[in-house]
């Protein structure tokens, strides 16, 4: 790292720059100056993703917001770089983005620091501290040339920080009697800032020392016409006590020892608030945060400005019980007293609380007389701060609903913690006061169980640890949800855990849930969100509802409501910063069971059947066709049914190629079992089937085969409630072809027999072709070889037919495998040979990879293990490279194999050892297979070497 020599290399209070050692930075685009401003702002800590999407672009969010994220953060590290060294490293984490920067080397960090030094230095130490942080700013305009959308409310609060800085030095210069030196430094802050009472004051101050009375009741006439004209609000009680001082003659106001021109209650003689509700009975779990917001109290002690927490999260989620337990736990760690107020902002038939009336309540707790609260929200704040000032104070603001709300009701001093709670996102809050995010989840299950232990005693959660993971399980995991069960368990000690959990199992859980009092009321509490959202949104939130899976990626939820993403996208962040929905990842929502039910009921009562049924109709296409295109990126040679036309308002994601086909699939496999859950109970019958024949592709290559058939019965049997054959023909193929890999060939035999009876009835040539090559496998493994391989010539007859060449070199590589089960080498590798140059000329990797696993399998067979091996390690490469697990390890299988007969004993066990890792992955019955092999060679130990 070069040494630069103690300079600020990274400077926002101003223009935004950057100084290397062979001069300014430049960045290739605006946006990356304006990201690296927004890092700088939280230097050394973690920025979440969507706090820097919000940040970014408010609520006209692009839908390549983190793709264009990734590229900015990409450009910054190469802007930053100089040479092999880097002046700053951006780094990436699970929770988001972090710059790490040498100490000092920030403007704004130093400011900081000097400040904060100052609070706690005599008035003559103090100055050259306030000076220096004063003269880090270039200009009047923090952040200049940033035009995100968090600029504008991060300037404000470094104004603010300015102003208190330049407040602290004129107070400590007229400590130290040097009135007549601020005078014209006062003069220019009082135009700039005409309505900051302290600051006229201490000009009064000044000119008054200085002989100049007139002047300074001439300067508190101009400040209050300012007050009048443009506020319509009088001078605030003490500047109008200075101004009787003055025209008195006080000789306090002379006393140069004066700290400060306004008077203030003495801070011995203001009480010590203890406002906090009663600490939470029965608390549980959140370790990880309660340590966090512990932290930050030693926080409160370094940093130069007061430290803001921000816990967010939906509703019933435990956030005000969290903030007041913790905040009892360290009550005693504020000796100067702890504030609370319920801001009100999520209550049912409740409007938020302005701000002024929390800060009112605020100063009557500080004991200010009703007379000497000024009128003004501004001028309250302002004494608020000056009243908590020097005092080690914790302040507790619950139900926030804005960060405008907030803003009024933050100290300025170093010492004093303020923690707030809100369903909404306080993004403005984060970047520009610097707040720290904490978003609690829902609870983890061993959390869900301690809270029930609290609540109801270990002995009686003990008795009955399974239906306490029942009810854990129906209430998601709420905390409410939980607390509203344990509440009715304590009531009625008799009624066993378990006919609770069956009651909420049997009812519809949202009723179960319900009570007289709103605030126990799960529905209720959800309502009181649903009911501050926009119109459109509302409408997106209650079509969620019909989603079958906790996760839904934007397009499948564009596909749903009938909009364009870049028309949803909006509307989601939305939900997101209501906390109705939660980012699990770019571009990827999650909303638990309650909240999802809760959408299904509004969607119910408020949106026709009609539109409900075409919006599921959507979201199967949408499904369905984007799994359609991921499985021909991962085996373009598939057998490819006729899909369903798709609805011209649903998007269809693009797959790029094979790893973007895995990584989707990899998310949304499951909720494509559901969604043939959904398809079947709406009736949607063609949708189930090729839904269900969709998946297989992924499924065979990653052994979901469990999920699979889940799927396939479910389709088999909603084709065989509504009559559809060819349903009833594709469901049977694919579960003889799932059974087959479970090794349960009766079951898949019968399956498969059931499936070329349909196809015949059907007249459909190639899909009994399929079904013949995967009845050829089931006959092999029921040992029957000579059946085997009739199925497979039946199934190149009928490839033949309908000119399927894929087909046909797939036959043709089965007819050469059972050849040479059969003692008919040659003849196999005849076939195999043909297969192979059949596949190669259509580009079929997959099948030119089954085939090399053949010929290895015949060269093995006449004794040629380094020729077989070879054909085994080029099959097991290129199905690795295809992504198609299951069978690389097959072909890994037979290359230890190869080598364990032809005398190489490590290579045998190294490619075996990789077979297993990937059969245990997967769960494969063959996993333990492989293992006797391992074991048996190892059992026998190391050939002796040959003598002579």
């Not at 200010?368 to 001028?379: D, K, M, Q, S, Y």
Request: hydrophobic share 45%; aromatic share 4%; glycine share 8%.
């Amino acid at each position: 790292m070069i040494d630069h020599g103690g300079e600020c290399v990274f400077r926002i209070l101003g223009p935004v720059q950057v100084q290397a050692a062979d001069g300014s930075v430049t960045f290739a685009r605006r946006q990356q100056r304006d990201l690296l401003a927004l890092l700088l702002l939280r230097a050394d800590q973690v920025m979440p993703v969507d706090h820097i999407v919000d940040a970014m672009w408010g609520a006209d969010v692009p839908r390549t917001a983190s793709l264009q994220i990734k590229n900015m953060v990409s450009g910054l590290r190469s802007a930053l770089t100089e040479g092999t060294s880097r002046l700053a490293t951006v780094d990436w984490q699970p929770a988001g983005y972090r710059i790490r920067i040498r100490h000092g080397q920030l403007d704004l960090a130093v400011f900081t620091g000097l400040v904060a030094r100052s609070r706690t230095a005599p008035a003559a130490e103090a100055i050259p501290l306030l000076r220096q942080a004063v003269g880090l700013w270039r200009g009047r305009q923090a952040l200049a040339g940033v035009r995100a959308v968090f600029a504008d409310d991060a300037r404000t609060h470094l104004e603010e920080r300015r102003t208190d800085a330049l407040e602290a030095l004129f107070a400590a210069e007229l400590d130290t009697a040097n009135h007549a030196a601020v005078i014209a430094p006062l003069a220019e802050a009082v135009t700039e800032h005409p309505t900051r009472e302290r600051l006229v004051a201490q000009l009064m101050t000044a000119l008054h020392r200085s002989g100049r009375t007139s002047d300074a009741l001439g300067a508190y006439q101009r400040a209050r016409r300012v007050l009048i004209d443009d506020y319509a609000l009088e001078p605030g009680p003490q500047l109008r006590h200075l101004e009787r001082q003055i025209l008195q003659g006080d000789p306090a106001v002379d006393a140069p020892a004066a700290r400060a021109a306004v008077a203030l209650p003495r801070r011995s003689s203001l009480p010590v608030p203890a406002q906090l509700p009663p600490d939470v009975r029965g608390f549980a779990g959140r370790a990880a945060e309660l340590a966090l917001l512990d932290a930050l109290v030693d926080d409160a002690d370094q940093a130069g400005a007061v430290v803001i927490s921000v816990l967010m999260g939906s509703a019933g989620v435990g956030k005000t019980s969290l903030a007041i337990h913790w905040a009892h736990r360290a009550a005693h760690r504020f000796p100067d007293g702890q504030l609370y107020v319920n801001l009100a902002g999520f209550e049912a038939d409740a409007v938020p609380m302005a701000p002024g009336e929390a800060v009112r309540g605020f100063l009557e707790a500080l004991a200010v007389p009703p007379e000497r609260i000024p009128t003004g929200l501004h001028a309250q704040a302002a004494l608020y701060r000056s009243l908590a000032a020097g005092r080690r104070m914790l302040v507790l603001l619950d139900n926030a609903v804005s960060a405008e709300q907030v803003r009024p009701l933050l100290p300025g001093a170093t010492g004093c913690l303020v923690l707030v709670t809100s369903r909404n996102r306080l993004t403005s809050l984060v970047v520009a006061e610097g707040a720290h995010p904490v978003t609690l989840d829902l609870l983890t299950d061993a959390e869900a169980r301690d809270l029930l232990v609290a609540r109801l005693g270990a002995a009686r959660v003990r008795a009955d640890e399974r239906a306490v993971e029942r009810i854990a399980d129906r209430c998601a995991r709420l905390p409410l949800a939980l607390a509203v069960v344990a509440a009715r368990a304590a009531i009625h000690p008799a009624i066993p855990l378990g006919t609770l959990a069956a009651q909420l199992a049997e009812a519809n859980a949202l009723g179960a849930l319900a009570g007289q009092d709103p605030g126990a009321d799960v529905r209720a509490v959800f309502s009181w969100s649903y009911q501050r959202l926009g119109h459109d949104a509302a409408g997106v939130f209650r079509r969620l509802g019909l989603h079958p899976g906790p996760e839904i990626a934007i397009s499948a939820a564009a596909s749903l409501v009938g909009m364009p993403v870049e028309s949803v996208d909006p509307l989601l962040t939305e939900l997101t910063n209501a906390h109705l929905i939660a980012e699990a990842g770019p571009g990827r929502f999650v909303l638990h069971d309650l909240l999802r039910a809760y959408a299904a009921e509004l969607s119910a009562t408020a949106d026709p059947a009609l539109g409900r049924r075409a919006a599921v109709r959507r979201l199967l296409d949408h499904y369905l066709h984007t799994a359609d295109r991921a499985a021909r990126r991962l085996y373009p040679h598939r057998y490819q049914i006729r899909l369903l036309a798709t609805d011209p308002d649903v998007t269809v994601d693009t797959v790029g190629d094979r790893d973007q086909a895995l990584a989707w699939f990899g998310g949304a496999h499951r909720v494509l079992v559901a969604a043939v859950e959904l398809a079947a109970a709406e009736d949607l019958g063609d949708h189930a089937w090729q839904l269900a024949a969709t998946i297989g592709t992924f499924a065979d290559r990653r052994g979901h085969w469990d999920d699979w058939i889940s799927a396939l019965r479910t389709a088999l049997a909603t084709a065989e409630r509504l009559g559809g054959t060819i349903g009833q023909a594709h469901a049977h193929s694919g579960l003889g072809l799932a059974r087959s890999r479970l090794r349960r060939y009766a079951e898949a035999h019968d399956h498969l027999d059931r499936a070329l009876t349909l196809f015949a009835e059907l007249d459909d040539g190639l899909g009994a072709a399929y079904t013949h090559l995967r009845m050829s496998a089931v006959c092999e493994g029921m040992g029957r070889p000579g059946d085997a391989l009739a199925h497979s010539r039946q199934a190149r007859r009928l490839y033949g037919v309908v000119g399927h060449r894929e087909g046909v070199a797939q036959a043709l590589n089965n007819i050469g495998w059972y050849l040479a089960q059969l003692g008919s080498d040659r003849a196999a590798i005849s076939h195999c040979e043909q297969a192979l140059a059949l596949h190669r000329e259509l580009g079929d990797r997959q099948g030119t990879a089954h085939t090399l696993d053949s010929l290895g399998y015949v060269h093995h067979r006449l004794g040629d293990f380094d020729r077989a091996a070879a054909y085994y390690r080029e099959s097991a490469t290129m199905l690795r490279e295809s992504g198609d697990r299951s069978h690389e390890a097959f072909a890994l299988t037979h290359l230890g194999d190869a080598h364990g007969a032809a005398g190489h004993r490590e290579q045998a066990l190294d490619a075996w050892a990789a077979a297993q890792r990937i059969f245990d992955e997967l769960r494969h019955p063959e996993a333990d297979q492989v293992a006797a092999k391992i074991r048996e060679l190892r059992r026998r130990g190391p050939r002796p070497a040959p003598s002579g």
